[in-house]
């Protein structure tokens, strides 16, 4: 079955985009083969803006987001796979959604039939960039 988080980005950023608000993309620059100018994440984080205007050829499929944009006045290629996707959310008012972290390449729960101890999770913080 195909995970649910792919089609929850494309119609978050539809609506945002829809209601005239900038998209805010929250990355986990840690996940593995995320590709973004990395002197712009901190704490292991970057919040890109998604913004038609800001970004070219973007793509949002069921596996990556992947899109031009330029920073510090340098086109870049930028490469996020779905599962470093932490949060979409408009920059003027913060609506938008939050995603749980996945477990490994299928998301969602371990199959083990052994009880687990819950594990202490770090929740994502959205600050207001300007």
């Known amino acids: ?8 980005i494309r119609a978050v ?3 945002l ?7 805010y993309l929250l990355v986990d620059a840690e996940v593995p083969s995320v590709d973004v100018p990395r002197q712009y994440v901190q704490e292991g984080r970057i919040v890109l803006n998604l913004r038609p205007q ?3 050829h973007l793509d949002m499929n069921n596996r990556e987001v992947t899109f031009s944009a330029r920073f510090g006045g340098t086109p870049t290629r ?3 796979p779905i599962s470093a996707v932490m949060a979409l959310y408009a920059r003027e008012n913060g609506q938008g959604m939050v995603f749980d972290q996945e477990e490994g390449p ?7 039939p052994e009880p687990q101890e819950p594990a202490q999770k770090k929740r994502p913080a959205l600050r207001v960039v300007k």
């Open 17 to 23: 985009v829809d209601n005239d608000f900038t998209p």
């Open 106 to 112: 299928g998301g969602g729960p371990p199959t083990s």
């Open 1 to 8: 079955m195909i995970p649910l988080k792919p089609y929850l």
């Open 78 to 80: 930028v490469y996020i």
């Open 54 to 56: 800001a970004v070219q």
């Open 13 to 15: 950023y539809d609506w």
